[in-house]
């Protein structure tokens, strides 16, 4: 739930930062990823955060909530490289 917060504040604090997860989603497509759907569902949700502030907000909202309904999108996470390794250990440490 910690690291979901924190994507969610980064995103919030640097929209530009949607592009990381982007790019890792278009490279993950381009590899062949065999389940395309969650990675396309994401690409849906972080283009629409893109050009809109309120689909933005909406976005991270969700992002902290924790609703066992968005698990499985959750569970194939596009945010490699979104947080430093210090701000993930420091979420481990605070675990």
Known sequence: ?????AL???VKSDPASLEIPLANI???LTQGR???????EWRKRLEGARSSV???AALTSWMEEPNHDSEPLKS???F????????LESLKAEA
């Open 1 to 5: 739930m910690r690291l979901w917060q």
């Open 8 to 10: 969610a504040r980064r």
């Open 26 to 28: 278009e490279r993950w």
């Open 34 to 40: 065999l389940q395309a759907a969650p990675l396309l």
């Open 54 to 56: 309120t689909e933005l």
């Open 76 to 78: 194939c996470s596009p």
């Open 80 to 87: 490699p490289g979104l947080l430093s390794d210090a701000e």
